[in-house]
Each structure stands twice: as structure tokens, then as C-alpha cells.
């Protein structure tokens, strides 16, 4: 089959799709990978086809960084001011992508690229839509944090029908906002149709939940058709997954590090997270690797003891398994790839799915959490001190990794993917 797999974001965003899709390749398919320029790089070498989908994303523009992990509005801001304004040019970049220059047989969408249920409606290519986390379904048995309402999540368990209350919050807040996409639907000649945000975004007919069921089980509310596979990882920047030479020298010269990082993402916001964390390392006098990023403004100032190691970049399969405990935001990725190596974590949630997947690993007790606002350096060394005096922590951990072991997130989205192509033909 020739399939068009597409969405919007970060690396953690696509990531999944890049495995999905070299898995497809070996099993003899075509996939397309419909994605914004600056991922081109990245795919050309591993031989996959790519159509570039606007908007196109700037990974050194930190002021719209900084606009999207802002707590309170980063997820409205992102959606009207960056994803919606270009939503007729996805439309038609996916448009050419899903044609041309033949006519795919499946389109896999991501539920950023809100222009994908309109071509599918359009040309009538069947589809299959995936999300990475469980609160991608806003269930009212299952409530997420919700970053600007942190606290409404915990009354769920004292308050009757608080889950329900949150729902409705979460649609009556963002009832405006998908006005856009109702505009182009008008322009297509389409009907208003389901809300965008909510239930569109889901396929009728297959919905991959590109993670493992330690993190959510399926609800009664979920949309019909859902098939939890597992996570998919994919962390390769070079192909070979290689450490940079002087990472790996550290890793091998001693004790297992504590590792800090942002993901791709936050990490472009990072503030002081790094020049913190290097304190807090120095306060307890433990090895540590901060994982800065390309921004050189995230390189701690201060003088660094032999003790601790930078690297802009470092594949976390490879670096996690070699760590004591890692220090991270909690996207959905980078949380995988720790709970994969059975490492414990310290998470610094930022925005949009990182409070509820925090939450999530904090109910595995493999996790603590500390609010963006209280990091410090005093504070982050006796969280860190903490949980390395505590043995519970890493032996659940080591736990829960032994259950990942025996999922194969790629292989069943794929089987699924191959099993709907059957079904539409």
C-alpha cells in the first residue's frame, strides 16, 4: 500500500511515525512521509519519501517556543496563532502529498495536522488516526491534568462527577477556537461536522494509542475503534545512533550519571533549568550529563568540575540504560524511553500532556515531580538525594520495564494499519 503518514510538531510528535514508517517500508509498503520542512533532513537519509507540509517549524525560534509551553494559554496561542493561521496551506500541501504523484490507499494522520480529516473527507482515501498519550481523549472516567487547572484532577476522587465537570470545562474553554477549520470546511462546501478539537480528530474507523496500557487503559467514552499498541520508539538522529565520542568516554570513565534533559522541545524554553541542575548535581556531589540542546544559551556559565558532562544531542536509548535517575519535563517520548530503560525520574512538567503523563509514572512510583516554579537548585538536590536513598524507586522501575519488554508497539500499529488497507479495498 502507499500510505501518507503525517502531523505537526516535534520530534516527540514524530518520532513514532518515522518507526511506524521505516516498519512499513521492510514489510513492503510505500509510506510518504507528509511533514514540515525542517524534518526533510532527517527522513531523506532513511530513503522514505517526503512532501513538505506547512507551517514550517523554526527549531531556533524560542519566542514561539517560549509562546507554546506558556502554562496557562500555550496550548490556545499554539493552535490560533501558529497551527490554524496556515491551515489552508496544509490543506493543500496534504492534498498534493495524498495524490500526487499517485493517489495514496491510507492516509495515517497525527492530531496536529487538523487539515488531515478534511482531505480524507475530500478525496475519500480512508484513514487511520494516532495519538501518543492518554490524554489526547480527555476521558471523563480517566480526567487529565489539565496545565492551567492543575489541581481540579486530584478533587476527581472526593468530588462526584468532577471528571465530567472537566470535560465540559475543557470544551466550553476552546469552543471558539476551531472557527477556522469550520470556515474551510464552508469553503470545501463540507458540513460543519464533529468538533475539530475533540472527536474529528479520531478516525471511525481505526485510532492507534501509540502507548502502553501502564500508562491508560482504554474508557468507555474513548471513540470506537481504538487499539492500544505500546509506545514506538524511535531515537536516531544519524541513523547509527551513535553517543558523541567525549559522552561516551564519561559514560564509561564512572559511576552512572544523573541525567538532565528537556526533550526537543521544552528545551528550547529551558530558562535555567540547566545552570540549576549543574548546581544541584554539584550540591551532591554526583556525576552528571546535561542534555542542552543546539541553543548555546542553555550551556551553564558557571565553571564545571569534571563531574559533569555536556552534549547538545545524545540518543536516549543509549543514554538512559547507563543512568542512575533522569530529570526530564515529561513529554510522552522521553518518558517512554525512561520508563524502557526501568531508570527512575525526577519530572519538571512544563505544559500540555507533561502534568498528566507525570501524574501517570508518579502513580507507577517510579516518579517524583516538582513544579516548574519550585526548581532549584536546593530543592532539585534533595528531591535527587532522595529518591538514590530510596531503592524502592529503581527496583520499580526495573519492574515496570519488564512489562514494556513484552510489547511491540510498532509491530501492532502496523498489523492494524495493514488489517484496515484489507478492509477498505
Request: charged share 25%.
Amino acid at each position: 500500500m502507499r500510505i501518507v503518514l503525517t502531523n505537526i510538531g516535534t520530534l516527540g510528535d514524530i518520532n513514532p511515525l518515522i518507526a511506524i514508517a521505516l516498519e512499513l517500508k521492510r514489510r513492503g509498503h510505500v509510506p510518504v512521509m507528509a511533514l514540515p520542512e525542517v524534518f526533510g533532513p532527517k527522513i531523506a537519509p532513511l530513503g522514505l519519501e517526503f512532501h513538505a507540509v506547512r507551517p514550517d517549524i523554526d527549531p531556533q525560534n524560542t519566542v514561539i517556543a517560549a509562546m507554546v509551553y506558556d502554562v496557562r494559554k500555550g496550548t490556545e496561542r499554539g493552535l490560533r496563532e501558529f497551527l490554524f493561521p496556515a491551515l489552508p496551506k496544509t490543506y493543500d500541501d496534504l492534498l498534493d502529498a495524498a495524490t500526487r504523484p499517485e493517489r495514496a490507499d491510507l492516509l495515517l494522520l497525527g492530531e496536529l495536522n487538523y487539515a488531515g480529516p478534511l482531505v480524507a473527507e475530500v478525496t475519500g482515501i480512508p484513514w487511520a488516526s494516532y495519538v501518543l498519550a492518554p490524554l489526547s481523549f480527555f476521558s471523563a472516567y480517566d480526567p487529565p491534568v489539565l496545565p492551567m487547572y492543575p489541581r481540579l484532577a486530584r478533587a476527581d476522587k472526593t468530588v462526584p462527577g468532577m471528571g465530567q465537570a472537566i470535560k465540559r470545562l475543557v470544551r466550553f474553554m476552546s469552543r471558539k477556537w476551531p472557527q477556522p477549520i469550520y470556515d474551510l470546511r464552508k469553503e470545501l462546501g463540507l458540513e460543519k461536522g464533529r468538533n475539530p478539537l475533540f472527536d474529528a480528530k479520531h478516525s471511525p474507523e481505526l485510532v492507534l494509542a501509540l502507548f502502553s496500557r501502564v500508562m491508560g487503559h482504554e474508557q468507555k467514552d474513548w471513540p470506537e475503534h481504538v487499539k492500544i499498541t505500546g509506545f514506538c520508539y524511535y531515537d536516531s538522529d544519524s541513523g547509527n545512533g551513535a553517543l558523541p565520542p567525549h559522552l561516551e568516554e564519561f559514560l564509561a570513565a564512572g559511576e552512572p550519571p544523573v541525567v538532565f534533559t528537556l526533550g526537543s522541545a521544552a528545551v528550547m524554553t529551558a530558562g535555567r533549568f540547566f545552570e540549576f541542575s549543574a548546581k544541584a548535581a554539584m550540591k551532591l556531589g554526583v556525576r552528571a550529563v546535561l542534555l542542552i540542546g543546539a541553543d548555546e544559551r542553555n550551556r551553564p556559565r558557571q565553571t564545571l568540575p569534571a563531574t559533569i558532562c555536556v552534549a547538545e544531542y545524545a540518543p536516549y536509548s543509549k543514554v538512559f540504560p547507563r543512568a542512575a535517575l533522569v530529570v526530564h519535563q515529561g513529554g510522552v517520548g522521553t518518558t517512554a524511553q525512561c520508563l524502557r530503560a526501568g531508570k527512575p525520574m525526577l519530572i519538571v512538567p512544563y505544559s500540555h500532556d507533561q502534568p498528566d503523563n507525570a501524574r501517570r509514572v508518579q502513580r507507577l512510583k517510579v516518579a517524583r515531580v516538582i513544579q516548574r516554579g519550585n526548581y532549584t537548585p536546593m530543592r532539585v538536590a534533595r528531591k535527587i538525594q532522595g529518591m538514590l536513598a530510596e531503592p524502592r524507586f529503581a527496583l520499580r522501575a526495573k519492574l515496570v520495564a519488564q512489562r514494556l519488554e513484552h510489547e511491540d508497539g510498532v509491530g501492532s500499529a502496523c498489523d492494524a494499519l495493514e488489517e484496515l488497507y484489507r478492509n477498505t479495498r
